[in-house]
């Protein structure tokens, strides 16, 4: 039996309370990052995986905002999907909200703040979907591990357990919000039970895996940088590295475009087509340049 293609899913959902009050009447994702909107950075991690069938899981309030924006993803080689999250409930959420979507497939799940940038992050993301069962998560080494789930490894580099914001932390290694799993996942996320704020944690899920042994933990290299742009500070500090390697290196980070034209999923027509969207920016400019 051939293994099914895996599906991605993009969670921008909840308030963006942290950013409040420029996200008191637009999400977050749906925010510039530098010279594109922030939702864009997830979706082209998922489309650098190869994946080009792809959920996306907002509030009723925005969920129209990301239709406008993304359309039915055919400009970049996609198909793109919308639901629904009616009221935040957690990340593990997703995986229960788009089990019809997956229709049994493996799932990328990844969250709509979170970007990730580096040479080595395509090989990275092949070792993951290698892994033919089980759940693969992905670790990065943070100066403050209190503010995160944190992975504790035993002495053969496996993980032994992951706690969210423990209080005397076991390393300093955190788990990002990129996730991959089996076709398992709809189902275990839905035995969760609700954590005391009433959510369906993701560490919990992890957990799950990682009770039987079916849990994989990929730690970032340097090099490879993970952007959490949910509060002023860090949205700011996204913009300035993704305008510094930009500016630096004449590429673009992060665009549904160019990875879609190099992966050879649009054609060079398509792309000069895109670029003549974006009008006389430099954004349009490097995009005329690829092609």
Same mark, same amino acid.
């Given at each position: 039996m051939?293994?099914?293609?895996?599906?991605? =899913? =993009?969670?921008?959902?909840?308030?963006?309370?942290?950013?409040?009050?420029?996200?008191l $009447?637009?999400?977050?994702?749906?925010?510039? %990052?530098?010279?594109k909107?922030?939702v864009w950075?997830?979706?082209s991690?998922?489309m650098?995986?190869?994946?080009r069938?792809?959920?996306?899981? $907002?509030?009723?309030?925005?969920?129209?905002?990301?239709r406008?924006?993304?359309?039915? &993803?055919?400009?970049? &080689?996609?198909?793109?999907?919308?639901?629904?999250q009616?009221?935040?409930a957690?990340?593990a959420e997703?995986?229960?909200?788009?089990?019809? !979507?997956?229709? &049994?497939?493996? $799932?990328?799940?990844?969250l709509?703040? *979170?970007?990730?940038?580096?040479?080595?992050?395509?090989?990275?993301?092949?070792?993951?979907?290698e892994?033919?069962? &089980?759940?693969?998560?992905?670790?990065?080494?943070?100066?403050?591990? *209190?503010?995160?789930?944190?992975?504790?490894?035993?002495? *053969?580099?496996?993980?032994?357990?992951?706690?969210?914001?423990?209080?005397?932390?076991?390393?300093?290694w955190?788990?990002?919000?990129l996730? !991959?799993y089996?076709?398992?996942?709809?189902? !275990?996320?839905?035995?969760?039970?609700?954590?005391?704020?009433?959510?369906? @944690?993701?560490?919990?899920?992890?957990?799950?895996?990682?009770?039987?042994?079916?849990? $994989?933990?990929?730690?970032?290299?340097?090099g490879?940088?993970?952007?959490?742009?949910?509060?002023? @500070?860090?949205?700011?500090?996204?913009?300035?590295?993704?305008?510094? %390697?930009?500016?630096? @290196?004449?590429?673009l980070?992060?665009?549904?475009?160019?990875?879609?034209?190099?992966?050879?999923? =649009?054609?060079?027509?398509?792309?000069?087509?895109?670029?003549?969207?974006?009008?006389?920016?430099?954004?349009?400019?490097?995009?005329?340049?690829?092609?």
């Amino acid at each position: 039996m051939t293994e099914r293609k895996r599906k991605g =899913i =993009i969670l921008a959902g909840g308030t963006g309370s942290r950013l409040f009050p420029a996200t008191l $009447s637009v999400s977050k994702q749906l925010l510039p %990052v530098y010279d594109k909107p922030m939702v864009w950075y997830p979706l082209s991690t998922l489309m650098q995986a190869g994946i080009r069938e792809i959920l996306v899981i $907002s509030s009723p309030r925005d969920l129209p905002r990301f239709r406008d924006l993304l359309g039915d &993803g055919s400009q970049w &080689g996609l198909r793109l999907s919308y639901c629904v999250q009616k009221t935040p409930a957690g990340l593990a959420e997703a995986l229960v909200l788009g089990e019809s !979507f997956l229709d &049994g497939a493996p $799932s990328a799940l990844i969250l709509g703040d *979170n970007l990730f940038y580096g040479a080595g992050l395509r090989g990275i993301l092949e070792e993951a979907l290698e892994q033919e069962s &089980g759940a693969t998560v992905f670790a990065a080494r943070v100066r403050d591990p *209190n503010r995160y789930g944190i992975v504790e490894f035993d002495e *053969n580099g496996r993980a032994r357990s992951i706690v969210e914001k423990p209080e005397h932390p076991a390393s300093s290694w955190a788990v990002t919000g990129l996730y !991959f799993y089996d076709e398992r996942a709809p189902s !275990f996320a839905k035995e969760l039970r609700p954590s005391a704020r009433g959510e369906l @944690e993701i560490t919990d899920l992890n957990c799950r895996y990682l009770e039987e042994g079916a849990l $994989s933990v990929i730690r970032f290299p340097r090099g490879i940088a993970w952007l959490d742009t949910g509060t002023v @500070e860090s949205l700011l500090e996204a913009s300035e590295y993704i305008a510094a %390697v930009q500016n630096r @290196e004449g590429l673009l980070v992060g665009s549904p475009d160019a990875i879609a034209y190099e992966e050879g999923w =649009i054609s060079r027509e398509t792309l000069i087509r895109n670029a003549g969207r974006c009008g006389k920016t430099e954004y349009a400019r490097l995009l005329r340049s690829l092609a």
